[in-house]
């Protein structure tokens, strides 16, 4: 767009003054922002910043303190998420809001099903949907069941959603966090069609290198407040890291070894049914050994957290679960815990915290029958506290107060309590899923550092990962799994995320690499 054009068209979205405080915190400041027409416009931060909430209330979820939203030039007021759909808003969750029981065609119209006769015209929706699809390059079959559909495939039908009701600006916030390196092209096509459409994308990620690709526009918004606007052609990923955090774009890269020969966790032909004749879990056997990382890459939805929570004891499998060399199959998973299995969940929302608890009462959750929080009978909230405010100064949780609920922290300042949480309880082994998922730069970089250390330290790890490059920079080895079976074991010092991607995929078949 030239410069004469943008002068005479008004901008999609302008944020002015935008402030909103809560107890204790004032998550934005003063935030200026404006979004041209047919553009992608990327709004990056460290966790805490202050872009959820922005872009919560640009979706009309709260109202700000003070400040304007204008779109198309008009200012506006929103009181509901229905008022910002009314005037061509729409916004994609990270977390995917679909019914899993519910077809394709079911998912996009709920809500906004068309009538004919007092009933719902599946006919109607299914033009519409299907021409949305051929419009925008969102392919998508109206008639499969939600469940059964892969990462890449569910984020369509979330954009597809917003633009059933009429979206011509889309909030996409943190869109890759789960998708492979094929999946992220698919999406990156998809929303440069949509651009050449006219539509606008509001465009939130923690991925610097991805948002410079995608983006015609970036705003950095540091501690709440926006510190610069910069033309992507203008910088590189580290000097954006730079501007979020003040620190260099981290690594996670680890190549010195540190495995012994001692086996930490051994699973034995671990096998659990699905739906019908379909096994989730498939004959998976694998060793760790004290002072490794095993990583397990997959596309989400083919046997990971199935694994995950047979080896934690939330569901039963056949087979066999070894830790330390005592069988404990059929132990509860309080007492998996208790002899020293940590967890890092994959939902920090649903698995990880009670949100409306305190920070210190969340320090206590899945230890609450050891020190520092048991006192004999009694929890003991004094040394609870006091550890909590540890693990507060020692992971850069940002809060106000152990005593703050965990719903007021930013989700990367949840995770970053949770990882602190779970590497207090001195684990000799753990489970990582999605360590770092939706934290920034420097909070990823301070869990690499807590990983290695504790790696180094003696602790074998268990390492799940939709961050290709966490994954081969951390891992001493990586597995695939692909439909519950392990499929392929390689070599981290040797691969590719666009190779690895291809295992994850199937389109390249498994074979042994090491």
């Known amino acids: ?23 204790g915190v004032v998550a934005n400041h003063d935030i200026r922002i404006t979004v041209q027409p047919g553009t992608v416009h990327a709004i990056v931060g460290e966790n805490g910043a202050g872009k959820s909430t922005l872009m919560k209330i640009l979706y009309g979820m709260q109202k700000p303190d003070e400040g304007t939203i204008k779109v198309n030039g008009t200012e506006v007021s929103f009181r509901t998420p229905s008022d910002a759909i009314a005037v061509g808003i729409g916004m994609v969750h990270q977390h995917f809001m679909l019914a899993d029981n519910f077809t394709v065609l079911e998912n996009i119209v709920l809500g906004a099903e068309p009538k004919r006769l007092g009933t719902l015209d599946t006919a109607a929706a299914r033009r519409r949907i299907v021409q949305l699809a051929e419009t925008h390059g969102l392919r998508v079959d109206p008639d499969r069941l939600v469940e059964d559909l892969g990462v890449g495939d569910r984020q369509r039908v979330e954009i597809l959603k917003v633009l059933y009701r009429g979206a011509r600006i889309l909030i996409l916030d943190e869109p890759t966090a789960v998708l492979v390196p094929q999946e992220v092209e698919e999406l990156f096509q998809n929303l440069r069609e949509l651009k050449a459409e006219g539509l606008t994308v509001i465009f939130i990620s923690h991925k ?44 996670p890269e680890t190549r010195e070894s540190t495995v012994t020969d001692t086996v930490t966790l051994k699973v034995s032909q671990l096998t659990m049914p699905g739906e019908g004749e379909r096994l989730v879990l498939d004959d998976v056997s694998f060793e760790i050994r004290k002072g490794e990382i095993l990583g397990i890459a997959g596309v989400e939805g083919n046997g990971q957290s199935e694994l995950i929570e047979a080896i934690m004891g939330i569901r039963s499998a056949q087979g066999r679960i070894e830790l330390a060399g005592q069988d404990i199959t059929a132990w509860s998973t309080l007492k998996r815990r208790e002899s020293g299995i940590g967890y890092i969940p994959e939902d920090r929302h649903r698995q990880g915290l009670l949100l409306e608890a305190s920070l210190w009462e969340n320090r206590v959750l899945g230890h609450q029958t050891r020190k520092p929080a048991r006192s004999g009978i009694w929890v003991d909230r004094r040394a609870s506290k006091a550890d909590t405010e540890r693990i507060v100064k020692d992971y850069d949780v940002r809060t106000p107060s152990v005593d703050t609920l965990a719903l007021a922290l930013s989700g990367g300042n949840q995770q970053k309590l949770i990882v602190g949480r779970e590497m207090s309880g001195d684990p000799s082994f753990l489970i990582a899923a999605h360590p770092t998922r939706g934290v920034d730069v420097g909070a990823q970089a301070a869990i690499w550092d807590h990983l290695r ?28 799994i692909y439909r519950g079976r392990l499929v392929a074991a390689l070599d981290p010092s040797d691969i590719t995320p666009e190779r690895l991607g291809g295992y994850m995929t199937g389109a390249i078949a498994g074979t042994e690499e090491t």
Do not use: C, H, Y
């Open 453 to 480: 250390d504790a790696r180094a330290a003696g602790l074998a790890v268990l390492l799940i990962s939709a961050d290709l490059d966490e994954l081969i920079g951390l891992s001493d080895t990586i597995q695939v």
């Open 208 to 251: 610097l290198d991805e948002v410079l690709d995608i983006a015609d526009a970036i705003t950095v918004i540091r501690r709440g407040t926006t510190v610069a606007s910069v033309n992507p052609s203008d910088v590189t990923a580290r000097q954006l890291a730079e501007l979020m955090v003040g620190s260099e774009l981290p690594t």
């Open 1 to 23: 767009m030239s410069a004469d054009t943008l002068a005479t068209v008004k901008p999609a979205v302008e944020l002015e003054g935008i402030t909103k405080r809560f107890p």
